[in-house]
Structures are given as structure tokens and as C-alpha cells.
């Protein structure tokens, strides 16, 4: 995020900071070092404040940044990361991945410290390593990943890896901390023979840490730098704590058997169903569904790969008076994860697996079996809580038959599973005074203790009716907070309408048929053929742009500010919170569009057969799990929901103007945003807002000429991570060494040996030729801010944090004269909304400042703690989740983000006919299409033949990268040829006007003595006298010529000799 401010007084801008706002500034102080810290030349001549040539050189080197960033972007779209799990035993074998089960430490690695007696590492500590290694490749389009992996070693390349491992649900037995480790992938060459060179597969390695308490880990990979450019990518690596090892050394999954074969029956025209999990804590996700069969699909990757596995489930039912059942089917119908226990449901019964996660329980606390629970019970549905709280998860499961109007209240502490019947005393119905009653839905607001119910009335004269019923479970009581109206409300063309009782309503029926609860925004929605929302769970607004005839299937939230919703036709829809703003995502004319261009560029994501799986966010991106068809064959694949497309391609198919232009009618299309450009500045350093702790290591140096490491170096990296996790894990935080680093005591005795240990490693006389930098293992604490705000921040009491919004208005620029209304005016045309979700415990303060020369505003906002929520614990503990929305007025659904991968693809790309179109002129090449568009073949509705020709105008195509840089560089060449012309021109000009006038002079010289000598011939006979005095003239003459060229003061004495 850049930092800085523009301040407009009395005519005269200032800038503070660093950022967008100096841009002019700071590229003229750095190209002004760059040209003079130049070599001593003629060039040091331009380094001068009053030199003329330096702003074209600045000029022509801004010029010059240009075409570089176009082949990069170009680059950027065609690399991608890639990267598998290694044991000790697979390092360095081709084609070899393994899964994330393990984790014991392993005792392997002390033995390959043992011979480091002159290094920083100390004997007496025994050494221990993690079991498993990254393997970090990439592979770009048109070429094997080997050639790439050399490519980018040879220019220098190097992975630099951020593991983030993700905080514990039970606080009481872990530390809460936001712990991340910055690692340097080492190269290592294949084991493999290779003799056609001496590096045939190369890959890059670092170790895999693994942190007690926690089971999720996120892996980003990023380039160092130097080599092709590659866009970072993120990995969830997870530990899967459902396999075991065999005796013939092979795994298998100890909740069932894996299917290897995926039949199309398991997917064909099966109906999609919600992907359920506790957020950001659950390493393994399931998804049931499959029809009568007793399949799960399971992944620890996130659907990057996953497995189709039969459960071993007993599978019993029986029916009975108080448990109706209508049919028995073998399909897991609710399937939820948690950080360590699986739960499924099939027909009524419910069942629940913990897997062995040493690093959570310390000990083996694995389900030998599933296990059945609420035996005796008659189960409906399984609901999900998808946050933890109170160092525990939570599941509810509702009842039929004789508990009708119960809920079973499941926790989940440490993998041991209990449930709870609630209400305590009463059943539901009874609470609220009916007769009958049933329980569809159920949310649990942890921060409250309450519990949220939408339940169904029977009414014995009308029809049955819905209430929205709270349950307080520390006191024991129920309250009804609201009723649902019994029809659709009649909007009348607006997008929302409040429910005030006053309202007109349509004749067809409401139908509820679940809640959702977002804690961070304190949003209550209900849902069904409607969508009703809340934040105070009393006043409901209806969103009238959902059609009344669809009926939603199951809400999918990212909890950053949008959501997507699936009916039971599989439509997807989309809202973005804070708005009332529905769009239609699927079937939709822009997702229309955005399939045709998938095909003609071929993409393998997409095909006229496909059948969607399930819908989830990750990351705050949307994907859909896929099965596609394709020549009889079928696949899943996991693929990304272009949402910024289809909204941009939406609002062109529908916002469109015809203007006259002379005799023609063009069509232009209008850009709804209100501005052009969007900037987030003066972000403070983010670790003392979000707790942040990053350490940073760097693989031994290899001494072999080479520099590829060995299996032995990869063992001193691992031993040497797992020791630095260690004192982290070690260091007690209330009570802090004298310098705040865990890693000080371990090279505080072997420091004043640094120079030591360097000069036996610059000799190659380091043991086992690996050498130890003690700088390269250390703790970082000026982390700076990126380029957007943090993914959540901790605000202690009293404290806040501040940021500004830089916009700028899309129009014209202003000229002097209207600068006095300017300002009111840009004002209006831009405005900085600030939605908080618990205003009693935060406030927010913007300042608006106008900057008319740069026709922007800047919005500075403040967000404070208001020291009056005081329901926290200690540090960590029984945190308060709430948010803060910021958004520019009126920008839904008509502002996109446009960065250089999206949301516009980029269409003339290579071996497209627009691809790198030559100018023959200065001009820009244009195209005249000329389109006809007939109804021949396609319209059977009539029988007559309409025709339809038009010119389609094509112009502004782009020339490819390459050949932009091929023309850049002959101009800057020839303007860099011109311009040290003149350089040169300039300096030998004084040098042969010199030298023109000394040879002018012996010229002239020259002819003189000859005119003289030839006037002097004829006449001989003349007196000694005079003969004398005519030679001593004649030199006096010509001295006084030559000593006028050369000083003119020597001339004058000259003069007064004669």
C-alpha cells in the first residue's frame, strides 16, 4: 500500500511520505542517482542542477520502464508454481509426492551435526528435524518444467516460501499467536543419472515446519526476484490426521476405503450441495451427496486433489412410530468438518470420526471406528457452526418425532464429543405456547450464548407459519424476536423494502427454509423462496431483486463482504454486504459471454456438459468443484467463479446509450464508476495491529563450486528450522529476554567467532563443505504494509487505527478558471460510506480533503476502540469479532477491479489473428468489418428472411510486447545516438575552432612571407640602410601579427616599440 499525503495550501501542493502522491519527485531523485553515480565520463557532465539534457533522460528512462512491465505482465499470465510434499526418502526422485500424516519429530539429523565442530552450532544440543520437505517447481506454457527449472536457477532465480500457521481453537491448552517463518529454497539436483548434461532435473527444497496446535498451514511461494517472472501463488498444506500406514508400507484412510474409479452416475445431474466446515481451522473437508451410495469426497488440499472414499459404516435404520422414516437410502446427506472430528449423517442416524492429531491432543486420540451418536434419537439435520469460540467447536443436530422441538448442542473440545439437549426444561413448542411445532433451522451466535431458531407452527385453522425463536442458554429462556410474514411483500420496483407492518403483499407464500448468522457483521439472514436480512435480528429488510418463483438451496459466505447464493436450479447468485443489490451470476448473458471466449481459447475448465458439485469461498475468491464431461469421459476439477467478469460483462450487456453522430448511430459504452482510480495510503506497519510474528531463515551455503546442496546440507537446513521453532516455542512473551528475540541466546556465545567461521568458509575448509550464517536466522519486526488492508486487525483499549482513501474522480481535468467550484464539486461526486458493525464498542471518524489539481479526493479514516466493551479475557482470549466496512457511495455492481491480471483478459494473445498487428504508419491501424446477421436456419417462426449488414469499426489493437520493446529500443537508440552527438559536438566544438584558427593564421602567415619575398626579388640594388630597416619592419610586422592572435595586451607593448 503506498504511503503518503497531498496537501493543497495557498496554490502549492506538498507531499509527506512515500507513495503515489511523490511519484514525480521520487523518480526524478532516483534517476538523478542512477546517471550520476554513473562511471567518470562526459556523462558526468549532465549530473549538473542546470543541465538541459537531464529531464529528456529522465523522460526517455520512464519511457523506457514501459515496455519491460508489458513483457513481464505477458510472462506473469504463463508461469505458475507448483509444488508437492517429500519425505527424506523421496528428495531428490522425479515424480514422487506424498501426503501430510506424519508428525513426530525425526532423530535422523543429529548425526549430520556431529561433524560441525567449526561452526555456530552447538554439540551438547541434539538435533531433531520435521518429516517432510516442499518441492518447489514451475512450468510455463509451451515448454517442460524441467527446461524452465534450469532456466530459472541459470539467472538466478530463487522460491522464497511463507509458511502461516494458522492459531488453535483451544486457547486453554495453545498459545494464541499469528506465527509465520520466511524460508529460502535451497536447489537440489535429481538423483536420477543424466548424461546428455550436467543438470538435467533440478528441483528447489525447504523444509515443512510443523507448529504444536496447529493442523492448517498456508504455504506461499514467491520469486526472489531475479529469474522469469512468476505471480505468487498459495498452497493449503494441511495435515491429514485420517491416514495410516500399513504394514507393507502403504496408506490408507482409517474412515473408509478409497474408490478409485469415478463413475459419472456419482455426479451426472446430481444436485449440488453445501461444502461445511469450521473457517480456517478444519485441515480435512468432506462433501457427501453422492446418490445411494455411502461416499464422501475428502481433500486436505482444498480440492486441489481429493479422494472418493467409501465410509465403513454399519448403515443400519430402523423405522419406527416415533422415528417415521419414508425410505432408507444409502447417501451421506450432511457431512461437516471440524480441526479434528468429522460428522455425517444418513437417514436419521449420526455418526463422528476424530482423527489422530498428536500436535493437537498430544497423545493418540483417533476413532478406531466411526462412532455412532444420538442413538436413541431420531435426527432431520445436522446444522453447522462455522466459527469456534470459547476454545471449542459446536454442531447442532435437530430432531423428529417424540423430541420434536429439541436441538441437540453438540461440542467439540480437543476431539472429544458431546451433546447437550436444549432447551433444558421445556421443549421449543411448549416455550412458545403451541401444540405443534417443528424446528427447521438453527444458528448459534456465540458471542451472546444464544441460540437462534426458525421454527414452523401448525395452526390447527390456518396455515402453518414461521417465528424466529431465540433460546438464551444461561438463562434458561426463550423469547420470540420475530414473526415472518406470510406472503411476499409487493416491492413495487424497489430493490429493498423495509417490514414495517404497513407494507402491500403479493399472493404467493413465504417459504422459509433456513438461517444464516455472520458474526463479524452481527447479520442475521433468512432464506428460502426470499431473502430477508437483519443486524438486529427485530427489523428485516427484503431484497425484492431475488425472483419469488426461485427457491434457495444453501448461502455461501466468504466473511470478507460478499456472499453467493445456489437455488434449487442450481442458479447462482450474488450480494455483496452492505447493499441490497442482487445479480445473477449462472445462467446469466455475461456468463454466456464468458463461456464463448473460454472456448475459442480452448480451456480444458470448460465444457457443454457439467454438472456443479459444490460452490465455496476460499481465500475471498469464489470456485466451483466441476465434474465435466467430455468424448464419454468424465473429471472433477476445481475451478475459479469469475465474478468481477461476469458483473462487468452484466452491466455491459445491459447499460448501453445510442448517440448520433452526423448521419450514424454509434454505440459507445459508458463507465458507470464514479471513479477512475482507487488507492489506500499511510498504512501503519502492520505487526503491532495484527500480532504478527515472522521469522526469517536462509539454507546453509553449499562450498561445492556448483553450489546445488546435498542430502546432507538439506538435513543441517531442517535440523536448524526445527531449532529455531523451538526457542520461539520456548520463549515466554510476558516475561522477555533483554532484547525481545527469541533467537538471541542461541549465537550470543559463538558471535565473536563470526569472522572465524567466514574466513574457513572463504577458504573451503568449512566441515562437510557447509557453512552456517548466523544474520540468516532471525526474527523480523519491520514488516511494512502492502499494497491493501490487513485481514483482520486487534484493536486494544483505547487504541485505533488510521488509513486514507485516495480517489480519483473520473471527468476532465479542470481548467484555472473553474477551480472555484471545483472543489464543491468533486466533493459531490464521490463519498466515503463507513459501516460498523458494533458502534458501541468502535467509532470511526473520515476527513475529507479535495485536491483540485489532481481532480481527487482523499478520505482519512480513523477506527478507535471506544474502552466500553470490556467482555474480554486475557490477551487472546473471548475476542469480540466485529468489522468495518468502508465503501465508495453508489460503486455496487458498477466498479471493478483492474489490475494486470483481470478482471479484462487479455484477448489478442498469441496465434490470434490480432496478435502483434503491425502498423504500416504512424497511425494506428483500423478494421472495417463488414457483419452480416441473418435468421436463415435458425428462426423456424416464419417463413421470411431477414437480413441484417452493418461495419463493425476495429481500432486501438495492441502490439505484442515484444515487438513495443523492438520499437523502443530502435527509437531510444537512434534518440541516444542523437543525443550523444550532440554531446560530442559540443565538446570538440572549442577544440577545432582552435585549431581552425591556428591554421588559418599559418595560412595567412604564409601567404605574407610569399607576397613579400616576391615584391623584394626585383630589386637588388638598394643601401645596407636601408635593407636593414626594411627586415627589422618586416619582423616587427609580423610578430605584431602573430602576438595579436595569442594576447592582445603583449600586442600593445609591441606597438609602442615600432
Not at 68 to 95: H, M, P, S, Y
Not at 337 to 360: C, D, K, W
Not at 816 to 839: F, H, I, M, N, Y
Request: glycine share 6%; net charge neutral; with cysteine.
Amino acid at each position: 500500500m503506498e504511503r503518503g499525503r497531498a496537501k493543497r495550501e495557498k496554490g502549492v501542493r506538498k507531499c509527506r511520505g512515500s507513495g503515489e502522491v511523490r511519484t514525480e519527485q521520487a523518480l526524478t531523485d532516483k534517476v538523478r542517482a542512477m546517471f550520476c553515480a554513473a562511471p567518470r565520463c562526459a556523462l558526468m557532465a549532465l549530473c549538473g542542477r542546470n543541465s538541459r539534457v537531464l529531464p529528456a533522460l529522465w523522460a526517455l528512462l520512464a519511457v523506457l520502464l514501459v515496455p519491460w512491465r508489458l513483457w513481464a505482465i505477458e510472462d506473469i499470465e504463463e508461469c505458475t508454481w507448483q509444488v508437492v510434499l517429500n519425505k527424506f526418502e523421496t528428495v531428490g526422485k522425479n515424480g514422487m509426492s506424498d501426503r501430510f500424516f506424519s508428525q513426530e519429530p525425526l532423530e535422523t539429523v543429529d548425526n549430520v551435526f556431529r561433524p560441525l565442530v567449526d561452526a555456530p552450532t552447538d554439540q551438547d544440543e541434539k538435533y531433531l528435524s520435521f518429516p517432510y520437505y516442499l518441492k518447489i517447481n514451475y512450468s510455463c506454457n509451451g515448454e517442460s518444467s524441467e527446461a524452465q527449472v534450469r532456466k530459472g536457477h541459470l539467472t538466478g532465480l530463487k522460491p522464497v516460501v511463507l509458511v502461516t500457521f494458522q492459531s488453535p481453537v483451544n486457547f486453554h491448552r495453545w498459545k494464541i499467536e499469528q506465527l509465520q517463518i520466511q524460508m529460502e529454497a535451497a536447489p537440489f539436483r535429481s538423483k536420477e543419472e543424466c548424461i546428455a548434461e550436467e543438470v538435467c532435473v533440478m528441483s528447489w527444497y525447504t523444509p515443512m515446519p510443523i507448529k504444536n496446535g496447529s493442523v492448517v498451514m498456508r504455504v506461499d511461494v514467491s520469486s526472489n526476484g531475479l529469474g522469469p517472472f512468476i505471480h505468487d501463488k498459495r498452497f493449503q498444506v494441511n495435515i491429514n490426521g485420517f491416514l495410516q500406514r500399513q504394514q507393507d508400507d502403504t496408506l490408507q484412510f482409517t474412515v473408509g476405503n478409497e474408490i478409485f474409479n469415478l463413475i459419472p452416475r456419482y455426479f451426472v445431474n446430481v444436485p449440488s450441495r453445501p461444502l461445511w466446515h469450521t473457517v480456517d481451522q478444519a485441515p480435512v473437508l468432506i462433501l457427501g451427496g453422492i446418490s445411494d451410495e455411502k461416499f464422501i469426497l475428502l481433500t486436505d488440499t482444498s480440492f486441489r486433489d481429493f479422494f472418493l472414499v467409501e465410509l465403513n459404516i454399519d448403515s443400519c435404520w430402523v423405522g419406527s412410530f416415533y422415528c417415521p422414516q419414508a425410505s432408507f437410502t444409502a447417501t451421506i446427506y450432511d457431512a461437516i468438518a471440524t480441526e479434528s472430528t468429522l460428522f455425517i449423517r444418513q437417514n436419521q442416524l449420526v455418526y463422528y470420526f476424530t482423527g489422530t492429531y498428536i500436535t493437537l491432543h498430544e497423545s493418540n486420540h483417533g476413532s478406531g471406528s466411526w462412532v455412532r451418536v444420538l442413538a436413541n434419537e431420531c435426527i432431520k439435520r445436522l446444522c453447522p457452526v462455522h466459527f469456534h469460540s470459547n476454545g471449542s467447536e459446536y454442531i447442532m443436530a435437530l430432531t423428529t418425532g417424540k423430541r420434536e422441538g429439541y436441538v441437540h448442542f453438540g461440542t467439540i473440545t480437543d476431539g472429544h464429543v458431546s451433546f447437550q439437549l436444549l432447551p433444558k426444561q421445556r421443549s421449543v413448542c411448549e416455550g412458545i405456547e403451541v401444540v405443534n411445532c417443528s424446528i427447521t433451522w438453527a444458528v448459534f451466535i456465540a458471542d451472546d450464548y444464544n441460540l437462534l431458531m426458525l421454527v414452523e407452527i401448525e395452526a390447527p385453522t390456518t396455515r402453518n407459519y414461521f417465528q424466529v425463536v431465540s433460546y438464551d442458554l444461561v438463562r434458561d429462556n426463550l423469547v420470540i424476536l420475530y414473526t415472518i410474514p406470510e406472503f411476499i411483500p409487493d416491492a413495487r420496483g424497489l430493490e429493498f423494502l423495509m417490514i414495517l407492518g404497513t407494507e402491500s403483499y403479493t399472493s404467493f407464500p413465504m417459504v422459509p427454509k433456513g438461517m444464516f448468522y455472520n458474526p463479524y457483521k452481527n447479520l442475521l439472514l433468512i432464506w428460502g423462496n426470499f431473502l430477508l436480512q437483519s443486524y438486529n435480528y427485530e427489523n428485516f429488510i427484503y431484497l425484492a431483486d431475488f425472483p419469488k418463483e426461485e427457491s434457495i438451496k444453501y448461502l455461501v459466505n466468504s466473511f470478507h463482504g460478499d456472499m453467493a447464493i445456489v437455488t434449487e436450479t442450481e442458479e447462482i447468485w450474488y450480494l455483496l454486504e452492505g447493499s441490497y443489490r442482487m445479480y445473477k451470476l449462472f445462467p446469466s448473458k455475461g456468463w454466456g459471454m464468458y463461456i464463448n471466449l473460454q472456448m475459442m481459447h480452448q480451456s480444458s475448465l470448460y465444457t457443454s456438459n457439467e454438472t456443479m458439485v459444490t460452490l465455496f469461498y476460499e481465500d475471498s475468491k469464489l470456485y466451483q468443484l466441476v465434474y465435466l464431461m467430455n468424448n464419454q469421459k468424465g473429471r472433477l476439477v476445481k475451478r475459479l467463479m469469475p465474478v468481477e467478469e461476469l458483473l462487468m460483462y452484466h452491466q455491459l450487456s445491459d447499460h448501453y446509450l445510442l448517440h448520433q453522430r452526423g448521419n450514424q448511430l454509434t454505440l459507445p459504452f459508458t463507465n458507470f464508476c464514479p471513479f477512475t482510480v482507487i488507492r489506500l495510503r499511510d498504512l501503519p506497519n502492520p505487526q503491532v495491529y495484527t500480532r504478527q510474528e515472522r521469522y526469517q531463515a536462509h539454507p546453509p551455503r553449499m562450498l561445492e563450486p556448483s553450489g546445488f546442496h546435498d542430502e546432507n546440507s538439506l538435513a543441517v537446513y531442517q535440523g536448524l528450522i526445527y531449532h529455531l521453532l523451538c526457542l520461539h516455542s520456548k520463549y515466554l512473551k510476558p516475561y522477555a529476554d533483554p532484547v525481545h528475540d527469541s533467537t538471541w541466546r542461541w549465537w550470543k556465545n559463538k558471535k565473536l567467532n563470526r569472522d572465524y567461521y567466514f574466513y574457513l568458509a572463504s577458504n573451503l575448509q568449512s566441515a562437510s563443505n557447509v557453512y552456517i550464517d548466523m544474520t540468516s536466522y532471525e526474527k523480523i519486526y519491520d514488516l511494512k504494509a502492502k499494497h491493501e488492508l490487513p485481514e483482520r486487525i486487534f484493536l486494544d483499549k483505547g487504541t485505533s487505527y488510521s488509513f486514507s482513501v485516495f480517489l480519483t474522480v473520473r471527468g476532465h481535468s479542470i481548467n484555472l478558471q473553474e477551480r472555484v467550484l471545483a472543489a464543491v464539486d468533486l466533493g459531490s461526486k464521490v463519498d466515503l460510506g463507513v459501516v460498523l458493525a458494533d458502534p458501541g464498542c468502535l467509532e470511526a471518524v473520515v476527513k475529507e480533503e479535495v485536491l483540485t489539481n489532481r481532480n481527487s479526493v482523499l478520505f482519512w479514516v480513523t477506527l478507535s476502540d471506544k474502552r466500553s466493551c470490556f467482555d474480554q479475557g486475557i490477551s487472546g482470549h473471548h475476542l469480540l469479532k466485529t468489522s468495518m466496512l468502508v465503501k465508495v457511495v453508489g460503486t455496487v455492481g458498477r466498479c471493478f477491479q483492474n489490475t494486470h491480471q483481470g478482471p479484462r483478459m487479455w484477448l489478442c494473445l498469441r496465434n490470434s489473428p490480432c496478435h502483434d498487428t503491425i502498423p504500416h504508419t504512424i497511425f494506428a491501424p483500423e478494421f472495417f468489418f463488414k457483419v452480416l446477421v441473418s435468421n436463415r436456419g435458425v428462426d423456424k417462426s416464419t417463413y421470411c428472411d431477414y437480413q441484417l449488414t452493418f461495419l463493425l469499426h476495429i481500432h486501438g489493437l495492441p502490439l505484442s510486447a515484444k515487438r513495443a520493446l523492438l520499437i523502443l529500443m530502435v527509437s531510444s537508440s537512434v534518440f541516444i545516438g542523437l543525443v550523444i552527438l550532440y554531446i560530442v559536438f559540443c565538446l570538440l566544438l572549442p577544440v577545432v575552432v582552435k585549431a581552425c584558427n591556428t591554421l588559418r593564421w599559418k595560412i595567412n602567415n604564409i601567404i605574407t612571407s610569399e607576397s613579400y619575398y616576391t615584391y623584394t626579388s626585383p630589386s637588388r640594388i638598394v643601401s645596407g640602410t636601408s635593407e636593414t630597416k626594411s627586415k627589422v619592419s618586416s619582423s616587427v610586422s609580423s610578430k605584431v601579427v602573430e602576438e595579436k592572435e595569442e594576447a592582445p595586451v603583449e600586442t600593445s607593448k609591441k606597438h609602442s616599440i615600432t
